[in-house]
């Protein structure tokens, strides 16, 4: 939506750059409410059905978001989100049960957390300093992984 009331370029891709942001997060919930909602013998098919979904939000994207430009201006693309936010919202009250998790409060990777948030922000700039940090990151985390599980076993 942000995106949408914005007129220049810097600044529209700034409001998609936060929506990409927020977009990223809704798979990786998707997965933890299924987790908990769905019975152990029931989460592989409520996993397919939104596997499906995805798939067929992705395949009907470009072809909704043509009409919508053609239509009426590029601004629809951003703009068409809100009622569909907004009913889902809606729905997911609705029919959802509250969530039953007993998992204690994790502490924030911030490392992570940064690495993520300038990945998903990334628009060509920088993209030589995020494939040297994960060059460098990937083989610390594997190489700390195996050791982990090294000294586990030796125990």
């Known amino acids: 939506m942000v ?8 600044r ?6 936060i929506g990409r942001i927020g977009a990223a997060l809704i798979p990786a919930n998707a997965l933890a409410i299924i987790t908990d909602v769905f019975p152990v013998g ?3 098919t409520a996993m ?3 596997a499906i979904l995805i798939s067929g939000g992705a395949s009907m994207g470009p072809i909704i978001g043509g009409f919508l ?3 009426f201006g590029w601004q629809s693309v951003f703009l068409v989100n809100v009622p569909i936010g907004i009913i889902a919202a809606i729905m997911a009250t609705l029919i959802l049960p509250p969530l039953k998790s007993n998992r204690t409060m994790e502490p924030i990777d911030w490392v992570g957390s940064g690495l993520l948030l300038g990945g998903l922000a990334e628009d060509g700039r920088f993209g030589l300093a995020f494939l040297l940090i994960g060059a460098v990151a990937v083989p610390l985390g594997v190489a700390g992984s195996l050791g982990r599980a090294r000294w586990e076993t030796a125990r």
């Open 12 to 17: 529209v891709r700034t409001g998609a750059r």
């Open 3 to 10: 995106a949408s009331a914005l007129r220049t370029g810097d």
């Open 48 to 50: 397919g059905v939104q």
């Open 69 to 71: 430009v053609t239509r």
């Open 42 to 44: 029931k989460r592989g």
